[in-house]
């Protein structure tokens, strides 16, 4: 993530994401009881001979079972997003606080523009007003401000990257319909997700043919 992206970000449009997905989630837990209890629950009870049984009643269960995983779907996403938000408005605030601190030893960073950043003085000794002290730093106080914020960066851009994956991952799981899978929050669903696309990618095991021996 880039110093300005983070340093300046509004996080409102994503705090009122949060908010649509917390209601979808709470209207689909109604759509999902109603259907439970009364698609299912009448299709449960019902005696349907022939076709109906077949394939009626299949179809309601199964339609009742799409609202109750459509229902776990949004409220996971919620989730996702409000860690992923919350850990995003933390890091602004530590970057801000590494800036001010920095700025009584008269640094700064500034954004280059390439995904890169640069620390330098927050007021040449030049452009000064005549009779102006300005504080002292030493080399290390700029290297340290550099490792700092360059720490800040990395995590707030992991937290960015790993929600987007997570997001992706609870999508591509359904190949059609909705996912069932229900996790607590972000780094849970990561790491859920990562462990059954590394299982899935893992080669299955060949069973060797037996030796015969020789007759």
Known sequence: MDLDALRFGNFSQLGQAITDWEEMAKKLATL?????DNLGGKAAKARWTGENAAVTRSFVEKTAAEFADAHTQARTVARILADT?????????????EISRAAKKNL????????????????HPDRAAKGTTLP????SDMEGLRDRVQAILRQATRSDTTAAEALRL???????G??????????????????AEALAKTPSRRTRPRSRRPS
Not at 85 to 97: G, K, N, Q
Not at 136 to 139: A, D, L, N, V, W
């Open 85 to 97: 938000r919350d850990e995003l408005v933390a890091f602004r605030d530590d970057l801000t606080e």
């Open 136 to 139: 002292e730093h030493s080399q």
């Open 32 to 36: 999902e009881k109603d259907a439970k």
């Open 170 to 176: 609870i999508v591509d799981q359904a190949e059609r």
């Open 108 to 123: 700064t960073v500034r954004d280059t523009g390439d995904g890169s950043f640069t620390v330098t003085m927050n007021i």
């Open 178 to 195: 909705f996912s069932g899978a229900d996790y607590a929050d972000r780094d849970s669903a990561v790491k859920a997700l990562a462990a």
